[in-house]
């Protein structure tokens, strides 16, 4: 997703977490504005991200401990 673009990494780490923060959703406009972007750009980029989030790629499996936080396991 990220290779071949223009686009610091900065700001795709950045458009991903207004995205995901977003509590209904985000257009291009605002998303453009926020990142300095140009509108076709932001537009290709949350294409992108949106293509990703879709996918069914399971990364982590099992016991997973993310800031003193257990996900996952056997059940009580």
Partial sequence: MFTGTKIA??????????M???KK????CQLS??????????WCMMMC??????????LLQGIVEANE?????SSR
Wanted: glycine residues 10%; hydrophobic residues 45%.
């Fill in 9 to 18: 990494l900065r700001k795709w780490f950045l458009a991903i977490a207004l």
């Fill in 20 to 22: 995901a923060n977003a």
């Fill in 25 to 28: 959703s985000l257009s291009s």
């Fill in 33 to 42: 504005r926020d990142l300095g972007l140009k509108q076709k750009a932001t």
């Fill in 49 to 58: 991200i949106r293509a990703e989030m879709g996918k069914d790629n399971v």
């Fill in 69 to 73: 936080t257990y996900i996952g396991g």
